[in-house]
T-cell receptor, first 113, second 114 residues
């Protein structure tokens, strides 16, 4: 069965600092991997996705993520965070032909001014 | 233009009542979903429909009954509401499956059962 682990429940960084949010997945075949962001009171917005090909994927709002098969990881990064990046971030895994995404438990990001 | 819209945004009701949440998407997607987000923010799929046909039913109690009158709409009806049903319910849609296109989410319905 697919599973996703986001080891950090809550992360606090200063504005302008770099960010890395961790995501580890468990899946037998090549997964489809996603990062979503949820602002308070809002639905989830897709930041980026990995299906195949280049293991470094670029997303919206200056985010990127790197797929590392050997580590079963898909960590999200941003070189310099902005106060507006404060939100909940979810990693998710799916597979080809499936209609189900399995989500991690989320990481809450707080930005210090 | 709201891609996936769900109503109401907030729903407060008493135990034992029956309530419905409506969802509509204008993206032309074939597949729609209901996800439940609990108090710890954990998201779990409840149902998925593809062209009005039920595809996924994730061990959800029978009190929850989705209805898809057409592929642009997926409503969720809940009978005999219980305290544990309090959560945020998200509707989502995708073109076919998660590989075909990512999920597009509505803004959620916060259900509070007292």
């Amino acid at each position: 069965a697919q599973s996703v682990t986001q080891p950090d429940i809550h992360i606090t960084v200063s504005e302008g600092a770099s960010l890395e949010l961790r995501c580890n997945y468990s899946y037998g075949a090549t997964p489809y991997l996603f990062w979503y962001v949820q602002s308070p009171g809002q639905g989830l917005q897709l930041l980026l996705k990995y299906f195949s090909g280049d293991t470094l994927v670029q997303g919206i709002k200056g985010f990127e993520a790197e797929f590392k098969r050997s580590q079963s990881s898909f960590n999200l990064r941003k070189p310099s965070v902005h106060w507006s990046d404060a939100a909940e971030y979810f990693c998710a895994v799916g597979r080809a032909g499936a209609q189900k995404l399995v989500f991690g438990q989320g990481t809450r990001l707080t930005i210090n001014p | 233009d709201t891609a996936v819209s769900q109503t109401p945004k907030y729903l407060v009701t008493q135990m034992g009542n029956d309530k419905s949440i409506k969802c509509e998407q204008n993206l032309g997607h074939d597949t729609m979903y209901w996800y439940k987000q609990d108090s710890k923010k954990f998201l779990k799929i409840m149902f998925s429909y593809n062209n009005k046909e039920l595809i996924i039913n994730e061990t959800v109690p029978n009190r929850f009954s989705p209805k898809s009158p057409d592929k642009a709409h997926l409503n969720l009806h809940i009978n005999s509401l219980e305290l544990g049903d309090s959560a945020v319910y998200f509707c989502a849609s995708s073109r076919k499956d998660v590989g075909g296109s990512p999920l597009h989410f509505g803004n959620g319905t916060r259900l509070t059962v007292t």
